[in-house]
C-alpha cells in the first residue's frame, strides 16, 4: 500500500527533513561500526529485547533526541537541552537503542502496571530510559493542526505483529510536571491493528504507517502516548511524543543546530477586545516573551467562541482550521526580546461583544 497525500504531513517540510535524517544516519552508522564496537554492536545483536521500534512521526523523545545527537564521528551529543539532561540522567546508551522503550513482560498492560510519573520511559528494565520521564517544556516537538488528518509512521526496527494505541493528554495536563494516567484521555484516539509497512526492518527508514484524524478542540502543548502491543508474545513498547497544535503541519523544532530548527522559546498569549459595533468587533492579541532568550517567531493560537467569527487579521498571518485560529509572526515582529511584547490585531462578526477566550502560545 502506498499512501496518498495527508494535509498535516507538511510534504516538503517533512521530505526534506527525511533527506536529512536518512544522509546523516548513514554518516553516523558507519562511523559508529567502526568506532564503537564495543557499545553499539552488543546493544543491537547480543540482547534479544534491543531493537524493534519507536514512533518516527509525530517524533517520540528517543527518536528525536538520537536525531538531534547525531554527529560525524558516530558520537551521541545531543544539542537540545531536554535531550542533554536525558542523557545525563540515562546516558547515551538510551539513544543507541532509541527503539527499546519496552516491556517483555507487559502484554498491553497500561495504569496499574506502567508506574505515575513514568509513561515516558515505560519503566523499562532492558535500558535506562528514565531521564525522558523528566518534567520539561523544551523537549523537541511536532507542530500539529487540532482536527487535521495525520499519517503516523512507526519504525519497525525489528517486524512484529500487533496493535497500536494513541492516547492524548487532557487539557488540564502541564509539562511542568511528570506524566501520570490521569493526564491521559482514557479513550485512545487511534487504534490499529497489523497496519501496512514500509522497508526492510533494521533501518530508520522502515515503518509501519496508518491515517488518524487528530483531537479537535485542541491547543498548545500537549503529549500524545504510544503504546505498540505485540501478539506474537508479551512484549510491549511505550513512548512519548511532544506535540504542539498550533496549526502547524507536521513540522519539528528543537533539533540539531544550523538546520533551520531552533529550541521551542517560552511566550504567552492575551487577548482583548479593543472595540465593539453592533454585528462587529476588534480585538487585539499580546504576545510576551517570558522566557531568558530572544524568540525567533511564535504562533498565537485559540478555540473561536460559538457564535463569533474572525474575517481579517494584521501584524501576523491568520490561519483558520474549524474553531481554531492561529495567528502566526510576520518578518518584523517575529523577534521578541526577554521581557518585551509585540501584538496583532483581528476583526470580526459577533452578535454583541464576546468575551474572548484564553489563549496558548508557542516558539517558533
Known amino acids: 500500500m ?25 554518516i553516523a552508522l558507519a562511523a559508529l561500526v567502526l568506532t564503537l564496537p564495543v557499545l553499539f554492536v552488543p546493544a543491537l545483536i547480543s540482547s534479544p529485547a534491543s531493537a524493534h521500534g519507536a514512533a518516527i512521526i509525530p517524533g517520540s523523545r528517543t527518536f528525536l533526541c538520537w536525531e538531534d545527537g547525531l554527529t560525524p564521528t558516530g558520537e551521541i551529543v545531543p544539542k537540545n537541552p531536554a535531550c542533554a539532561a536525558a542523557v545525563a540522567q540515562s546516558g547515551t546508551t538510551s539513544l543507541f537503542n532509541w527503539f527499546a522503550v519496552l516491556r517483555s513482560d507487559g502484554s498491553g498492560r497500561t495504569q496499574g502496571f506502567i508506574p505515575d510519573g513514568r509513561l515516558c520511559s515505560g519503566a523499562a528494565t532492558v535500558f535506562n530510559f528514565e531521564g525522558f520521564n523528566l518534567a520539561r517544556d523544551d523537549w523537541p516537538v511536532t507542530h500539529l493542526t487540532s482536527g487535521a ?55 530508520v527508514e522502515s ?6 484524524t487528530l483531537p479537535s478542540g485542541k491547543t498548545g502543548r500537549h503529549i500524545i502516548y504510544s503504546v505498540w502491543t505485540r501478539s506474537d508474545s508479551a512484549e510491549t513498547f511505550y513512548g512519548c511524543s511532544d506535540v504542539v497544535f498550533d496549526g502547524g503541519n507536521g513540522e519539528v523544532t528543537g533539533v540539531g543546530q544550523g538546520n533551520g530548527n531552533t529550541t521551542p522559546g517560552a511566550c504567552t498569549t492575551t487577548l482583548r477586545v479593543t472595540n465593539a459595533w453592533s454585528g462587529g468587533y476588534q480585538g487585539e492579541g499580546t504576545v510576551t516573551n517570558t522566557g531568558t532568550s530572544t524568540l525567533f517567531g511564535w504562533t498565537a493560537s485559540w478555540i473561536v467562541p460559538s457564535g463569533v467569527t474572525i474575517s481579517s487579521a494584521w501584524n501576523g498571518t491568520y490561519t483558520p482550521a474549524g474553531d481554531l485560529a492561529t495567528v502566526r509572526s510576520v518578518d518584523w515582529n517575529r523577534s521578541i526580546a526577554p521581557g518585551a511584547s509585540t501584538t496583532f490585531g483581528f476583526t470580526g462578526n459577533s452578535s454583541g461583544t464576546p468575551a474572548l477566550p484564553s489563549a496558548t502560545c508557542s516558539s517558533p
Open 207 to 212: 515503518y509501519y504507517h496508518w491515517n488518524a
Open 2 to 26: 502506498v499512501p496518498g497525500p495527508i494535509p498535516a504531513r507538511a510534504p516538503i517540510a517533512t521530505e526534506r527533513r527525511e533527506c536529512a535524517v536518512r544522509k546523516r544516519w548513514r
Open 149 to 203: 488528518n495525520i499519517e503516523f509512521r512507526y519504525n519497525k526496527w525489528a517486524a512484529h505483529p500487533g496493535s497500536f494505541r494513541e492516547y492524548i493528554t487532557k487539557d488540564s495536563w502541564s509539562p511542568t510536571r511528570p506524566l501520570t494516567w490521569n493526564d491521559l484521555e482514557p479513550t485512545p484516539f487511534s487504534t490499529v491493528t497489523d497496519p501496512p509497512s514500509v522497508g526492510n526492518p533494521g533501518n
